[in-house]
């Protein structure tokens, strides 16, 4: 009974959210994701970056709809005596923390923290590059 009660409680915690996507589906249908690109290893955000989730963040601020921060990082190279399972936490660190940076950023520009929702990625066998991707689909 306490897990039918629970799954009841997150679908209608869910269902508001979809709700408001399906009223707004015309007009988020022409916001894009973003893709940011990064250097291997670098956290901070470039000036064309900044610029380019200030933009983003102004299309999509005026909607009450979460938006997901998924942050990539591919496996650190040229670290002596690293372990693999060492090399796989680093990369998720490195993506935890531009991830942050970015979600504190949308923040400032006027788009609440409830809305936000940060992944941290690790490597894997998809992920080929370095990258922040800010949308308002889940995945």
Do not use: C
Request: proline share 4%; glycine share 4%; net charge neutral.
């Amino acid at each position: 009974w306490l897990t039918l009660f629970a799954a009841q409680a997150t679908t209608s915690a869910l269902a508001p959210d979809n709700e408001k996507i399906f009223l707004h589906a015309d007009h988020l249908a022409e916001v894009k994701p973003l893709q940011l690109q990064f250097h291997k290893g670098n956290i901070q955000l470039s000036e064309e970056n900044l610029a380019a989730i200030e933009q983003w963040a102004q299309q999509i601020k005026k909607y009450d709809i979460p938006v997901y921060i998924h942050s990539f990082s591919t496996l650190p190279t040229g670290v002596r005596d690293q372990t693999a399972n060492d090399a796989h936490q680093e990369a998720v660190r490195i993506a935890f923390n531009r991830g942050l940076i970015t979600k504190n950023l949308l923040e400032q520009m006027g788009i609440h923290k409830q809305r936000l929702i940060l992944k941290a990625m690790g490597p894997d066998n998809v992920v080929y590059e370095d990258r922040i991707t800010l949308t308002t689909r889940r995945r």
